[in-house]
């Protein structure tokens, strides 16, 4: 299944990147957002792990995830805190609501698991038709040279339980000209060094050049077009950044 994240990937997420953990996405998020009375929209709300710390702060934040696990997850853990934020199931290709959004935020890349240019452009233009005039979207990107990096990784966390859980990562399909990645990603789960579930997902992403999605964004109706590197307001990418931030408005 194609960017599906199973049960197992779901799981290896929640442990990765448990809810708090920040990237700098946080911080610079709360700043971004300060003041804004909402509501705010998080497409590809995975585990909440954005989501709830903005929540708890006080922002009026909703999500959407295609990954039943994934929501799941979220939903656990916004019970364990006490909050309740609306979390539908649909897709970045046709998600919709009746009402306008002050903001779309889209932190750790998650826009490049469209991995088509003209789906991903539909995309762009369906945000912001969802944006209330002089609504903001807030959209992470890995830079080009992330996508490149080791040909083989194996990540391993330890479960609750005493066991282990791995991924196991290779790029099997590289498409330069439509600018696609696509790497099977293979989850076991050990536990007294016993397998005893495995799965494989392939992981699917699309990169872009800092140029291109400022061109896209504006193809697609957006103004006010900014780009920052790893998350410092006001400063361009350069090269070494391990995150480019754009920030455009519906006018």
Not at 84 to 93: A, T
Not at 198 to 227: H, K
Request: charged share 25%.
């Amino acid at each position: 299944m194609k960017n599906g994240y199973q049960r197992l990937s779901a799981w290896a997420y929640d442990l990765d990147k448990p809810i708090g953990r920040s990237f700098g996405d946080l911080e610079f998020l709360l700043k971004r957002l300060a003041g804004c009375s909402g509501p705010i929209l998080e497409p590809a709300v995975g585990n909440g792990r954005v989501l709830i710390p903005l929540l708890e702060a006080g922002l009026v934040v909703e999500g959407f995830d295609a990954s039943e696990e994934m929501l799941a997850r979220c939903r656990a853990h916004c019970r364990a805190r006490g909050l309740s934020p609306r979390l539908d199931m649909m897709r970045f290709e046709d998600f919709h609501y009746d009402y306008a959004f002050t903001a779309i935020i889209v932190p750790a890349g998650s826009f490049e698991l469209i991995d088509d240019f003209a789906t991903a452009m539909a995309v762009l233009r369906r945000m912001h038709e969802h944006l209330m005039p002089g609504g903001r979207l807030i959209i992470d990107l890995d830079p080009v040279a992330w996508f490149f990096g080791d040909d083989r990784e194996i990540y391993r966390w330890t479960t609750a339980d005493g066991g282990e859980l791995t991924e196991q990562a290779q790029a099997t399909e590289i498409d330069h000209l439509r600018q696609r990645i696509v790497t099977p990603l293979l989850y076991e789960y050990r536990r007294d060094g016993k397998l005893v579930e495995s799965q494989t997902d392939l992981l699917a992403l699309r990169w872009w050049g800092v140029d291109e999605f400022t061109l896209a964004l504006g193809a697609a109706g957006f103004s006010n077009i900014t780009a920052c590197g790893d998350h410092e307001a006001g400063r361009p990418p350069r090269n070494g950044d391990q995150r480019i931030t754009f920030e455009a408005r519906r006018a």
